[in-house]
């Protein structure tokens, strides 16, 4: 697997960002995450946005963080969001998203941000398992969902 940093309106994350909203609304029925993100969100030293190509130059899986600090959305200063996790399906269970998350993890920690926060929900169980088994643990909710009984906040000291 080939992670590229990529900015986050290039047409391949554009392309993938498409691919998980439409799953977000097949598992939620709600149109998709509704979360404004924009591009400068995810350029260092505030953020990234990672692909992974595979070996056919496909895009297969994508992933960011942005800069969050003290809000009244219930971010703590030197918190770094994850956004945007996503395999395609036909690739899962390889172990990709778990390298994904360490490349963003990682990245994070060098732009001297200290915690990764992220959102999921119920209907994203692979999701709760791939963060769980991978140190995070649950925390006080934030961010656009924090008030919908589906939304799941979890937590890693960097």
Request: net charge negative; with cysteine.
């Amino acid at each position: 697997m080939d992670i590229r940093r990529v900015p986050f309106d290039h047409p391949d994350a554009v392309k993938l960002n498409d691919e998980v909203q439409a799953e977000y609304h097949e598992r939620y029925g709600d149109g998709g995450d509704a979360t404004v993100l924009d591009p400068s969100d995810f350029q260092p030293p505030g953020g990234v946005y990672l692909i992974a190509y595979d070996e056919t130059d496909r895009p297969v899986a994508t992933g960011g963080w942005r800069r969050q600090d003290k809000n009244a959305e219930g971010n703590e200063d030197g918190d770094a969001e994850l956004k945007r996790m996503y395999v395609i399906k036909d690739v899962r269970g390889r172990g990709l998203a778990r390298r994904m998350l360490a490349a963003l993890e990682e990245d994070a920690r060098a732009a001297g941000r200290v915690r990764m926060v992220l959102e999921t929900g119920t209907e994203q169980p692979e999701a709760i398992a791939l963060y769980t088994s991978s140190g995070y643990e649950p925390c006080a909710k934030f961010g656009y969902y924090r008030f919908y009984e589906s939304s799941r906040c979890f937590a890693k000291a960097l």
